[in-house]
Every structure is written in structure tokens, then in C-alpha cells.
């Protein structure tokens, strides 16, 4: 199996799964929109052949009717998490439960299983059927409907909407593209680096530092700056054969390791890059394509680390079951570092019971940390902005839905309950303040932000990404130029 990047999505469903039993969906009462598209593959609409695209999986929809005169909102699911049969059944209830408080609006929740959700969506807005608000919903899947999202600022002036109990750099997320305040901070999922504190103790090591922006004690007592140049170093100490030898000995094997030192966040070559610096490849004319200088750095770094420095896991590795089985080789207990998200813990408790979190590197004396987050947006052609608004607000205050999607609250002051409970069972002295203290790095523009030819530029990068995970002794410096000489191609050609 290849490398595969984009893993986030299927890992947060898999989140979802989890909590809850499998069971029957009702289909959508939802009707097919005039004017779609024809199937893949028909000739023509009167006479199509057999699609081999899945069919998109309605769920199911709010059973009660709205009184005469009624405003309808139709609240659409699922771009990101949330259409798992335990969720459907709470979204249901949360749904009913504004109509039975809300006079004058009839809150509709519909939508697709994952899968299906953006193609569906699709449909219905070509068609002039689109719905009113749509979430939960990160920033890849909103921007995959690019410049489609309500400003919201208007309406959020108009009600006296307190901003401020959020973290400026979430606030910021959703208003960097220039076309206002597209959404109103929900459920945040910071990245931390995870450690093995035994995996240290063994090497002699200090443990990584808890504290942003702070340095790192070396086995010789000097301090030295907590960043990647850092982690090279150590993380070779920490990378160790099935004889025992670790990556700086001499007769040490590659070829048969048993416990790697660091492993980077690799769903996407963004994502990669976005922990040594926020960037975007989108030059200021809004068409030239640009790779951000720390981004290269950060690829090279991470090619580096699997074919010469062999403190990270080549391609064909990552995927073997028996090392990654949960899509996470460091819940497997064989990495010693590894930077990731808050919501990675699905499978933590796999890694043993010394695990814990630190401040992720710095670049070039820059910390930055990758972020996720989830909320929900309004659409442009909602004909009832105001009540949307109104639902959205309510959706963002219903403390079953918070607990359900498992992300962490937005608002400062609820995240070190969210955090105490979501760590009680750990009996090692997790530090949580960590996690929190980490959403003031986050990465601003987000990497998952607007660029032309959104899905052909993804492609690509799994492309290259793949290759490199796969393939020794090539020339990063002709690769990336290479990446980038392509991605100007598909953009120029107006891709999608």
C-alpha cells in the first residue's frame, strides 16, 4: 500500500465511529435537485450508462413539519465529522429541541455520510438548491466551496456577539482571506509534540520542553535553542536497530530499526511544511505559485530524516499494520516524538502509559504549531441570513454537540475543564496546558486555506509526497522546483 496523504477526515470519522454502534439510516426526504449534473460516464442525460461513482448516502432528516409561516433553515452535515449513527441521533434531537424553543423558524438537519457530503452539496448549489448553514465543518472542507461563505461580521455587530472570549489566532483563522469573518471559533484541535518519556530516559535525554518557545537541555548541559535542528540531533540518539545501536554509532543498521525518533505530521505536504511556518502557496496576484521558504525547509528536513539521517519511517514502513495499525505509528509505542493534533489521541492510550505532550520546534526562531478546527458557516445564497444566524448562534452554544464532535472549546474559559476530563484516566501527569497554551501559535493562514485548483494541487502534492517517501537519493531542491513548475501548469490551465 502507498503513502497516502488526507488522512485527516478518515481519522476524525473514525473518532466518530467509535462512540457509538452502528445502525439503519432513514433515507433524506431531500429530492433530487433540477438541473444535476449527469452520472460519470452517461453519453447524455436521456440515455446514461452505468455509474461506477457511489451513490452519496443521505441521512436522515428532522421529522417534524414547520408551522404555517415559518421560516426554514436547513442545517446540511457532513464536510467533516457528524454522520455517525450516535451523532445523527443527538444532531436529530439538538434540531428538535430549537424547534420546540424557537417560534417563527423550523430548523431542517440533512445531509451525507462523509464520503458523499461534498459532491452532494455540490449538486444542490448548481442546482439553486443549496441550504442554509453548513457544518461541522474544518478549513479544507469549506474551502473546497471557495468564496460561496456568508460574511458574518454584519450579523455578529448586529447582535453584540462577544468575540473576545476567544484566542485572537482563531478569530484570525476565519478572516484571512480578505472577504470578512467567514465563522465564529467552535471546536479547535491544537497540535503538541507527543513524546515516550521512557524512550528518553533510556537514551539519557531530557525530556523535551513543556513551555513554548524555550530551550532544550542537551546530554552535556549545554542549552540549546527547542527547535528542528535540535530534534535532528536528538532524534538520531533516539532512533535505535534491533541490536541496540542508535543512528549517530557506528555499525548501525537502517535496514532493521526497531524504534524511530521523530515523526512528523504527514497527511499533506501543506501540513508538513505548516509546523515550521504559516504560508500559503498562492503569490499576491492570486495566480503565481510560490512554495514558502519554510515549507521547503521543512520537506527537506523531513526527506532527510527517512534516508539519511533514518529517524523517520519510509513510506512503505508507515503503512505496514503491525507498525501503524490506527493510522498513527506512534500509538504503535515504537516513535519517540511525534508532532500531531490534539484529536490523535483516539488511539493514545496504545502507546503506554509514559506518553506526553510538549511544545512542538520552533523555525528560524518562530514557533508555529499546524491547526484544526471545525465550526460551522452560512451560506451567500441563504435567503434567510438572519434566522441562519440565529440557528448558528444556538449551534454554537449547545454544550451536547460540543461533547459529541470532541473538539476542544474555542472559548478559553472552557478548555481546562474540557482538558482535566479529557486526560482523567491518564494516570502519568499529562500536561494539558500545554494543548492550550498552543492555539496561540497556530498557523495563520491556515495551510488548508483558498488556492486555485484546490483538488488538482492536492493531488499533486500526494503525488510528490508519495515519491518522496518512497524513493532514496533524489534532489529535493529539483523536486520542489519540479512541484511547483507543475502545480503553475494545473493552475494556469484553470483547473478545479
Known amino acids: 500500500m502507498q503513502p497516502t496523504f488526507g488522512r485527516i477526515a478518515v481519522l476524525v470519522s473514525m473518532l466518530a465511529l467509535l462512540a457509538g454502534a452502528c445502525g439503519g439510516a432513514t433515507p433524506s426526504a431531500v429530492a433530487p435537485s433540477a438541473g444535476s449534473a449527469a452520472p460519470a460516464g452517461s453519453a447524455d442525460a436521456s440515455a446514461p450508462a452505468e455509474s461506477t461513482e457511489p451513490v452519496p448516502t443521505p441521512l436522515p432528516v428532522t421529522g417534524s413539519q414547520p408551522d404555517p409561516g415559518d421560516v426554514l433553515i436547513r442545517w446540511y452535515c457532513c464536510l467533516g465529522t457528524g454522520d ?5 441521533e443527538v444532531e436529530l434531537k439538538v434540531t428538535d429541541d430549537f424547534n420546540a424553543s424557537h417560534e417563527g423558524i423550523h430548523l431542517q438537519f440533512e445531509g451525507f455520510i462523509y464520503q458523499g457530503a461534498r459532491d452532494a452539496l455540490s449538486t444542490q448549489l448548481a442546482a439553486g438548491n443549496g441550504p442554509d448553514i453548513v ?68 537514551a539519557g535525554l531530557a525530556e523535551p520542553p513543556h513551555a513554548w518557545n524555550s530551550e532544550y537541555t542537551m546530554p552535556d548541559g ?65 495566480k503565481t505559485v510560490e512554495i514558502p521558504a519554510a515549507w521547503a525547509a521543512a520537506w527537506k528536513h523531513f526527506y532527510d530524516g527517512i534516508w539519511t539521517d533514518h529517524f523517520s519511517m519510509t513510506g512503505p514502513i508507515f503503512e505496514t499494520t503491525d507498525i501503524n495499525p490506527a493510522g498513527y505509528p506512534f500509538c504503535a509505542g515504537k516513535v519517540a516524538m511525534s508532532t500531531n493534533y490534539l484529536w490523535s489521541t483516539y488511539c493514545i492510550s496504545d502507546a503506554g502509559d509514559d506518553w506526553n505532550m510538549a511544545a512542538t520546534p520552533a523555525y528560524q526562531g518562530k ?13 451567500k445564497t441563504s435567503k434567510n441570513p438572519d434566522q441562519a444566524f440565529e440557528v448558528l448562534l444556538y449551534l454554537l ?30 494516570t502519568q501527569g499529562i500536561d494539558t496546558k500545554v494543548a492550550k497554551e498552543g492555539v496561540a501559535f497556530a498557523d495563520v493562514p491556515n495551510f488548508e486555506s483558498y488556492m486555485p485548483a484546490y483538488n488538482q494541487t492536492l493531488d499533486l502534492l500526494s503525488k510528490y509526497g508519495t515519491k518522496w517517501q518512497t524513493t532514496p537519493g533524489l534532489d529535493l531542491n529539483a523536486e520542489i522546483e519540479a512541484l511547483r513548475a507543475e502545480m503553475q501548469g494545473v493552475w494556469d490551465a484553470g483547473g478545479s
Open 397 to 426: 452554544g449547545n454544550e451536547d454537540l460540543l461533547t459529541l464532535y470532541g473538539g476542544m472549546p474555542a472559548v478559553e474559559s472552557k478548555q481546562d475543564a474540557f482538558l482535566q476530563a479529557q486526560f482523567a484516566d491518564y
Open 84 to 88: 455517525a449513527p450516535e451523532q445523527v
Open 367 to 379: 514557533t508555529t504549531a499546524a491547526f484544526n478546527a471545525d465550526t460551522w458557516r452560512i451560506m
Open 222 to 286: 549545554s542549552k540549546r535553542p527547542w527547535d528542528y535542528d535540535t530534534v535532528r540531533e536528538i532524534a538520531k540518539i533516539l532512533t535505535v536497530d534491533e541490536n541496540g545501536a542508535d543512528a549517530t554509532e557506528e555499525g548501525f543498521d537502517p535496514e532493521k530499526i526497531v524504534q524511530w525518533g521523530f515523526e512528523p505530521q504527514r497527511d499533506d505536504l501543506r501540513q508538513t511544511g505548516a509546523y515550521w511556518g504559516a504560508g500559503s502557496f498562492m503569490a499576491a496576484d492570486g
Open 135 to 202: 457544518g461541522p465543518v474544518g478549513i479544507g472542507g469549506a474551502e473546497a466551496f471557495h468564496g460561496q461563505w456568508l460574511d458574518l461580521q454584519p450579523h455578529i455587530d448586529k447582535a453584540g456577539f462577544d468575540m473576545g472570549q476567544f484566542p485572537e489566532s482563531t478569530v484570525d483563522l476565519y478572516n484571512a482571506g480578505g472577504e470578512g469573518q467567514l465563522g465564529i471559533p467552535y471546536a479547535v484541535y491544537p497540535s503538541v509534540l507527543f513524546y515516550k518519556a521512557d524512550m528518553f530516559k533510556e
